[in-house]
């Protein structure tokens, strides 16, 4: 084996101590939506504002600077070095992109914002826990404000938009997101056009929160989880958080009553869980050993949550045990009624309660309000009724409070303005891919039924998983599937589930 560049070799180095303290700050971030006191907010708040420091400094100081600029031209990133492999290659190219966009942003606003997002993330508990939008607008402003300014720093062309998405879905741009959108949004709503007013019956479960939680490890368990590097707690937002291959935490939603709804977000989180449990630990802290983009992140979940968790197979294995749990509410319903029931579209109020038929709605709605407040077209003031009119025009409801309204959500709350496209992004990715994973495993419907699961988790990695960032999303999937990104595989999907015979 030859013997790595020794700039190549600084850069990993100063990339995992960045990497390292990263992680403890989203340790502590955990924490704060976990098991920390209230009161503790302010100083948490400075301890991940100290970190956000100390990790900016090292991924635009002198030594890191100076050993990229033997490697390539930091400018335009072309390479200096000859002798280097692909992968090699790969590697200085995104350290050259990282360290272009980092440096742009001074070290006093990396503070700043850091310590406005986790005050702020208190404030939206608070309000969303109160009802009131009042309690969150002056952080939401000052968030709004701070996220412009970093759009102008970072510079952009066309929209300042274009600045933001690049953090979570390098090569993304407007551009591409409004033509993907435009052909999902118009073949979601013709499904609905043809939806027929049946009425299925709910089905309800009764089952404390400690009775939730063991199903949830049972199903953990079932799909391969693997607790000795993961583990699941409850939070007021499900969400899933890694600081190395070996620790991985997800959560399921704190006073749901839906038994069901808790059982798919749990597959949904852990199939985040898996991408990074799957990625190199030996080159934990460098471009290899990270994921790709959030798009593709969500990829994994929604191929977890969507094609496997809505599946037949999946509940032809489970159902009966969730039967011998609860007998009384399960006892007598078939699998044919439950999967109407699983499959039901009806456009709802919260996005992640929401069917794969009406989901990307929600998606496309918090997208383009996230234009207008970045333009400057949408104030933070008329947030509230903004929403409302847009999920009248898009979902044909409309909340009649702030908590089902424009306070659902945490991301931004933690300054996260350009990462929801990334999760519709990722029911495009995640389709593509099944279209490839289908052709490899035809049979998976027999496998999963027998509660064999191994084999996806091994096509995830081979064709995923072990790349870490050595290609960008888009890259990544004409990879896989043969073809460039498409919407098409996704609109065929739905098209086919639920159009045939009319969403119910």
């Not at 948490?44 to 900016?56: D, G, I, V, Y």
């Not at 279209?435 to 064709?463: A, Q, T, V």
């Amino acid at each position: 084996m030859s013997k790595k560049n020794a700039n190549l070799e600084k850069l990993a180095t100063l990339s995992r101590r960045a990497v390292t303290l990263e992680g403890i700050s989203q340790l502590l971030s955990w924490d704060q939506e976990t098991y920390m006191p209230e009161s503790a907010s302010p100083a948490r708040a400075e301890q991940r504002k100290l970190l956000a420091e100390l990790s900016h400094a090292i991924k635009t100081g002198p030594d890191f600077q100076k050993a990229l600029e033997h490697l390539c031209d930091i400018k335009t990133g072309k390479l200096k070095t000859n002798g280097l492999s692909l992968v090699d290659a790969a590697e200085v190219r995104i350290y050259a992109r990282d360290f272009a966009r980092e440096k742009k942003l001074p070290s006093s606003f990396v503070q700043e914002f850091t310590q406005l997002c986790s005050e702020s993330i208190v404030v939206w508990q608070k309000a969303k826990t109160k009802n009131d939008f009042r309690l969150f607008r002056p952080n939401l402003e000052k968030l709004v404000e701070m996220v412009r300014k970093k759009a102008d720093l970072i510079g952009y062309k066309e929209h300042p938009y274009n600045a933001l998405i690049e953090e979570y879905e390098p090569g993304m741009t407007v551009t591409i997101v409004d033509g993907v959108f435009s052909e999902i949004r118009q073949a979601v709503q013709k499904l609905l056009d043809k939806r027929k007013a049946t009425k299925v019956k709910e089905i309800e479960i009764e089952a404390t929160p400690d009775q939730q939680l063991e199903v949830l490890h049972d199903v953990l368990n079932l799909i391969g989880f693997d607790f000795g590097r993961g583990r699941l707690d409850l939070s007021a937002h499900p969400f899933s958080s890694s600081y190395h291959p070996t620790d991985s935490r997800i959560t399921a939603r704190k006073g749901s009553d839906s038994m069901i709804v808790q059982i798919l977000t749990t597959l949904h989180e852990a199939g985040h869980s898996f991408y990074e449990m799957g990625l190199s630990v030996k080159d934990y802290g460098t471009p290899l050993g990270q994921h790709i983009s959030l798009g593709i992140h969500e990829s994994q979940s929604r191929f977890w949550e969507t094609r496997i968790g809505r599946s037949q197979a999946f509940w032809k294995l489970y159902l009966p045990r969730l039967q011998k749990r609860f007998k009384k509410d399960l006892g007598k319903v078939s699998l044919d009624d439950f999967m109407k029931q699983l499959n039901h579209v009806q456009p709802s109020l919260i996005r992640t309660d929401a069917d794969e038929v009406t989901y990307p709605l929600h998606v496309i709605l918090r997208y383009e309000l996230e234009k207008e407040l970045m333009t400057g077209k949408l104030k933070v003031k008329d947030l509230p009724e903004r929403w409302k009119e847009a999920m009248k025009s898009l979902l044909g409801v409309t909340p009649k409070s702030d908590r089902e309204g424009c306070l659902q959500d945490i991301h931004w709350s933690m300054g996260a303005f350009g990462y929801f496209p990334t999760y519709s992004l990722g029911n495009v990715y995640a389709a593509q891919m099944f279209e490839s994973f289908s052709k490899k495993h035809p049979d998976w419907e027999k496998r999963i039924e027998k509660g064999d699961f191994g084999f996806i988790r091994d096509w995830l990695s081979d064709n995923v998983w072990q790349h870490g960032r050595r290609y960008d999303g888009t890259e990544l999937i004409k990879k896989i599937s043969g073809k460039a990104l498409t919407a098409k595989p996704f609109i065929d999907y739905i098209s086919k589930k639920y159009g045939a015979r009319g969403v119910n």
